[in-house]
């Protein structure tokens, strides 16, 4: 029996051959921002609870649901933040996919918030959601979470369908 063996370089299909990536640095970026901005949420919970939940029961007896409401979204948000980073630094694409959603959904909510409130105090939450949405629909983190859209050519090179080569 001559020959080469079936897996030297030789007999090696470069279409099929695994592909290393490295994490960019825009997926580190949404992680570090994700895993923050749930921790944020979670001390504006806690406080929120301890100053004014808390007070209400001792004092009153009795919390406005409406408050309640707030408290529970809150929590479910940073722990939502927290785990959204955490499986986009991963790659997962439903995380991607509801980390966008969810940044759109927002951004929708807070450009009404303005329109029906007639005051500017949202508009650091229209930027923030902005740069979040533009980070999460980069090349890079997109590419990260949906790793079927990047293909490697015979040469190694990385490049993407849709785009001139």
């Known amino acids: 029996m001559t020959g ?11 279409w ?3 592909v290393v990536r490295s994490r960019p640095g825009t997926v580190w970026f949404v992680m570090i921002w994700s895993v ?6 979670a001390l504006l919970a806690a406080a929120i609870y301890v100053a004014v ?3 209400d029961q001792v004092h009153e007896g009795s919390v406005p649901l409406g ?3 707030y408290f529970v979204l809150l929590v479910v948000a940073a722990v939502l933040n927290i785990v959204l980073g955490v499986f986009i630094f991963r790659g997962a694409r439903w995380a991607w996919t509801t980390a966008v959603a969810l940044v759109s959904l927002t951004l929708v909510l807070d450009v009404a918030a303005i329109v029906v ?3 500017a105090a949202g508009l650091i939450s229209v930027v ?3 740069v979040a949405l533009r980070v999460l629909l980069s090349r890079n983190v997109r590419d990260w979470c949906n790793p079927a859209r990047t293909v490697r050519g015979p040469d190694g090179r990385q490049w993407h369908p849709g785009t001139a080569r």
Do not use: K, M, T
Request: aromatic share 10%; net charge negative.
């Open 36 to 41: 923050f901005s749930g921790l944020l949420e």
């Open 53 to 55: 939940i808390r007070d």
């Open 4 to 14: 080469q063996p079936v897996g030297s370089p030789q007999n090696a299909d470069p």
């Open 117 to 119: 409130y007639h005051g």
């Open 128 to 130: 923030r959601d902005l």
């Open 16 to 18: 099929r051959a695994p």
């Open 67 to 69: 408050l309640w409401v």
